[in-house]
Nanobody, 115 residues
């Protein structure tokens, strides 16, 4: 089993920054991907960014140039650095661990961008 614990959400003004963390524990496979997704009220959950166990990254177009995903393999932790935040970035952000056979979601952390 794999467990994910997210942290770092909160209230920030437009143009501000936040860093989300996702700490994984348990039976983590050497080949896997971790990602950040978000879900705004009344909308479907959508991909924000992905990072493979080898460090390859992919981003949704709406965050390119503003968000950066990274990982610390020694700590089994993935980060999402969010800069130049906009009101439309307001959502619950979820971390996801994926292998060919398993998907595990974190509990989510609220990010609110408002003045």
């Amino acid at each position: 089993q794999v467990q994910l614990v997210e942290s770092g959400g909160g209230l920030v003004q437009p143009g501000g920054s936040l860093r989300l963390s996702c700490a994984a524990s348990g039976s983590i496979k050497s080949i896997h991907a971790m990602g950040w997704y978000r879900q705004a009220p009344g909308k479907e959950r959508e991909l924000v960014a992905l990072i493979s166990s080898g460090g390859t990254t992919n981003y949704a177009d709406f965050v390119k140039g503003r968000f950066a995903i990274s990982r610390d393999n020694a700590k089994n932790t993935v980060y999402l650095q969010m800069n130049s935040l906009k009101s439309e970035d307001t959502a619950v952000y979820y971390c996801k661990y994926s292998t060919f056979l398993l998907n595990v979601w974190g509990q989510g952390t609220q990010v609110t961008v408002s003045s």
